[in-house]
């Protein structure tokens, strides 16, 4: 249950979801160019990842990586032992603070 490994699954996902949703999102031309490895830039992407997750609450954590894996609201919600509502607004306020936190690095 490696928290990193979930989160950036769901960006992989995120992002191969807007190339192959032109519908929604306007048609995209996939760059098939190498990609260059960047150690440095993915252990930097890594390390804010992991601080963005170590600033989460135990449920908040629990929550946004349960949803990765495919729970849906109600899963998580029995799971956890908390109404819909209050996953919902857990995994808000998860995306919330882990954008906050990326965007101070």
């Known amino acids: ?5 979930a989160w950036v699954s769901q960006i992989v996902r995120n992002a191969c979801w807007i190339i ?6 306007g048609d995209h031309l996939v760059n098939t160019t190498p990609v260059i490895y960047d150690v440095e830039r993915t ?8 601080e963005g997750l170590e600033a989460l609450s135990i449920d908040e954590r629990r929550a946004i990586t349960m949803q990765f894996v495919g729970y849906d609201y109600q899963e998580i919600a029995d799971e956890l ?8 607004w857990l995994l ?3 995306r919330r603070r882990m954008k906050r936190n990326a965007h101070s690095v």
């Open 92 to 94: 808000s306020n998860a």
């Open 1 to 5: 249950n490696d928290p990193f490994k």
């Open 81 to 88: 032992g908390k109404t819909w509502n209050e996953v919902k």
């Open 43 to 50: 252990v930097m992407i890594r390390e804010t990842v992991r």
């Open 20 to 25: 192959l949703s032109p519908r929604k999102y």
